[in-house]
Every structure is written in structure tokens, then in C-alpha cells.
């Protein structure tokens, strides 16, 4: 009997040292997950976008290189509790997880090096790269490098619905013009393009989503619809008559006209509005871009500029009329005639009366009629 006693307090003395053994292992991988990944000091600025869940930051992190282990800061964040507010914070290899932890999770080391990023309607990429670079630490060579990452662009397509191997096409000057929408965005000062892009192609899909059916239904691809909504854009100034501008345009498509938009030659020349466009430009009908040649028929290659949902909207539901030109006065009325004869009586009588606009005078000196 006193044997048995033994050998059962031996087994169970055992067992518990064989579980300290097992939970001191345990224990012991586990707190490696905590340790410096490196001794390496380098000071890293890492951004937590404003909305980012706390498991997705440390998931990002670990795929960084500046935590071992992401799963090892989830189950201390439970323990631990906390919040991870948007901002920017030094972190570095040297740091251990925790002491990354406390840091992400002390608001006061949050930096929120925000600026104001305002892209108009109807601006383009060249005038975005103007316009992103002069507030911002991003770069022009940034930008080209992203919008000609065919990898990149391939998951962008995977990701939003409403983009399409379109984009890929070699003729096109740049990939996402025509789908980064305009608007005004906060963004942090050394933020990086593809963090910019998100924001842009995510209102954009916000814009599009209530009509997706009605694109879906209708006679254009989502490019062919941002593609005209672009020339509508730059044609038709807010206050003109844009769905009226839209059904010249659908009119000339649907009769196999050539659109003769000005605006898609300034943009072939990479040029503004407003700035010399010469008979050449005109005449060249090697570019995919210049409508402007008699013998292009359709659509451009691709968008022109990055249209406002208004243009959009006027592109899908053009009004239905028997126009084929157009013109707009100074005050942004326009005029509809159904011929060329009676397109070139409305100029004239727009000329003796002031109201025609200068940036056809512009480019009359130069000799063209654009």
C-alpha cells in the first residue's frame, strides 16, 4: 500500500514537472516572438493610415521586418488592452515588441503631418504631378514608376471592379488617368503615391458604385464611359449644358463621325488649354489621343483628364437630339447647331458680340481653328 502511495506521488510529481518543463517552453518561444528583430538603430517613420485596424498594423509590421511576430502582439493587445491611433511614428529593429507596442499605443507620438491635397475636375496627370509634388515629399519620378508597374496595375484591376486591362494599353501616356478622382484629400506629408492612389480609386469607386448597373447595361465599357465623361469634362465647363454636349458626342459616334474634339488634341500635344496648338497637332493623325483628325473615328485611346460624376452622369444619360456641334460663349451658354454652316454663323455672331471665348483667339493667331 505505502508502495502504490509512492509510486502515485512520484507519478503525479512527474507529470508536474513535465508540464512546468512543457510551460516554460512555451514560455520561452513565446517571449522570443518579443525580441529586437535586429541591433540595427536605423530610425524608421512608419504611417498608420487613418481606419487601419490594430491586428492589420501588426501584420504590416511583421511583414516589414520590425516585429517577429505579429500573432505575439495580438494576443499581448488583448492582455494589455489600447488603442493605435493614425499618425506617423519612429520605430526602429532595435526596439522590442512591446516597447513597439507602447509607442504605437501613446497618442502624443502620434505625428499628424497631414496637408490638404485638392485635384480639380478635369485636371490631368501631368497637372497632378505639379500639383502632388509641391506639397508633398512624393516624387515625379514616384509617380511614373507606379503608374508603369504592370504588376501593380494588375492587382488594381483585381481590386476594383471598374478597372480593366484597358489601362495596359502601350498607348496610353498615363495608365489611371481618367479614374483618379477629384476631390480634396488629407494626406500625410510623406506619404507614399500608391497610399494616394488608394484614396483616389476608392472615391472613385464610391462615385460609380449607384450607377454600376446602368453602366453595366449600357452600350460603353467603363473605360469607353470615363473616356467620353473626360472630353465632356474639359468641353463642357460647369454651367454648360453637358448632357446636351454628351448627345453631340453620342451622335457623332453613332454615325461614325469623328468627334473633332479640340480638347483630345491638347492632350495628344500634352499641352493646356489655353496654351499654342499648331496646325501640325492638329494634322497628326499617328496619335491615338487626336480626335481632331477627320479620318480618326470614335473614341480616344483613353481618358484625357479626371472627370466630375456630373460629367460622368451627362455621358451615360445624353440628351437625345439631332445636334452635331456645339459651342460655348464666354458665360458658358451654349449653342447647338445641326450643321457646320450653322456652327460657323453662331461663331461669328459670338465674335461681333464679345462673347467668344479667347482661347479660340489664341490659337486663330496661330493659325489653327481649334
Known amino acids: 500500500m505505502v508502495k502504490k502511495k509512492l509510486n502515485k506521488k512520484r507519478l503525479i510529481t512527474s507529470i508536474v ?14 517571449s522570443s516572438k518579443f525580441a529586437k528583430v535586429s541591433k540595427d538603430s536605423t530610425v524608421v517613420e512608419y504611417i ?16 516589414k521586418g520590425l516585429i517577429k511576430s505579429a500573432f505575439a502582439l495580438k494576443v499581448y ?3 494589455k488592452g489600447g488603442d493605435i491611433s493614425f499618425g506617423t511614428y519612429s520605430l526602429s529593429k532595435n526596439m522590442n515588441a512591446i516597447e513597439v507596442y507602447d509607442v504605437l499605443t501613446e497618442k502624443r507620438n502620434a505625428n499628424h ?24 515629399d512624393i516624387t515625379e519620378e514616384e509617380i511614373l514608376t507606379t503608374l508603369s508597374d504592370t504588376t501593380y496595375l ?14 495596359l494599353n502601350k498607348d496610353i501616356y498615363y495608365s489611371l488617368e481618367g479614374y483618379l478622382y477629384p476631390n480634396t484629400y488629407m494626406i500625410y506629408k510623406n506619404s507614399s503615391f500608391k497610399s494616394v492612389v488608394k484614396k483616389m480609386l476608392d472615391e472613385m469607386d464610391n462615385k460609380l458604385i449607384p450607377y454600376k448597373d446602368k453602366i453595366e447595361n449600357s452600350n460603353y465599357t467603363v473605360h469607353e464611359l470615363l473616356t467620353l465623361a473626360s472630353i465632356v469634362e474639359q468641353e463642357g465647363p460647369a454651367g454648360t449644358d453637358r448632357y446636351g454636349i454628351a448627345g453631340v458626342f453620342t451622335n457623332r459616334l453613332n454615325d461614325g463621325w469623328s468627334l473633332g474634339s479640340c480638347v483630345t488634341t491638347y492632350y495628344a500635344a500634352k499641352v493646356n488649354l489655353g496654351e499654342a496648338l499648331y496646325q501640325k497637332d492638329i494634322d497628326d493623325c499617328t496619335n491615338k489621343y487626336n480626335t481632331r483628325c477627320m479620318t480618326y473615328i470614335g473614341l480616344p485611346v483613353g481618358p484625357i483628364c ?11 444619360n445624353p440628351t437625345k437630339h439631332n445636334y452635331y456641334y456645339f459651342e460655348a460663349d464666354k458665360n458658358n451658354k451654349t449653342y447647338f447647331n445641326e450643321t457646320y454652316a450653322g456652327h460657323l454663323e453662331t461663331i461669328k455672331r459670338l465674335e461681333k458680340e464679345g462673347l467668344w471665348n479667347e482661347i479660340q483667339w489664341f ?3 496661330y493659325g489653327t481653328f481649334c
Open 363 to 365: 490659337n486663330k493667331w
Open 113 to 136: 503631418n497631414e496637408v490638404k491635397f485638392t485635384f480639380r475636375e478635369g485636371r490631368n496627370v501631368r497637372q497632378l504631378i505639379s500639383d502632388l509634388t509641391s506639397i508633398s
Open 17 to 30: 514537472m513535465l508540464l512546468m518543463i512543457i510551460i516554460f517552453v512555451v514560455l520561452g518561444v513565446f
Open 48 to 63: 498608420v493610415e487613418n481606419g487601419l485596424g490594430m491586428y492589420q498594423v501588426f501584420d504590416d509590421l511583421e511583414s
Open 306 to 316: 479626371n472627370p466630375s460624376i456630373d460629367s460622368i452622369v451627362s455621358s451615360l
Open 77 to 79: 493587445s488583448k492582455i
Open 154 to 167: 494588375k492587382n488594381l484591376i483585381n481590386e476594383y471592379w471598374f478597372l480593366t486591362d484597358d489601362i
